[in-house]
């Protein structure tokens, strides 16, 4: 969540439109990985994402 990471916010400063644009914000071009939404007393207190970037091997062509 924006400022939170940061301290400077509480999970109070939020409202549940704006939780859900961060979900969505997070989720949004993740190609491998995950997001982790963290609940305290049946509110969202931490949002994180973790991204992996893989990389595949060139395919083998017949005949090599």
């Known amino acids: ?4 990471a940061t301290g400077t916010s509480s999970a109070s400063d939020f409202d549940d439109e704006e939780i859900q644009r961060e979900i969505m914000r997070a989720l949004r071009g993740l190609g491998y990985g995950s997001v ?3 609940v ?15 990389f595949q091997k060139p395919s083998l ?3 090599r």
Do not use: P
């Not at 969540?1 to 939170?4: I, K, R, T, V």
């Not at 931490?46 to 893989?54: A, V």
């Open 40 to 54: 305290h007393d049946s509110k969202v207190v931490q949002i994180e994402r973790k991204e992996k970037i893989r």
């Open 1 to 4: 969540m924006n400022e939170s």
């Open 61 to 63: 062509k017949k005949g």
């Open 36 to 38: 982790e939404i963290l």
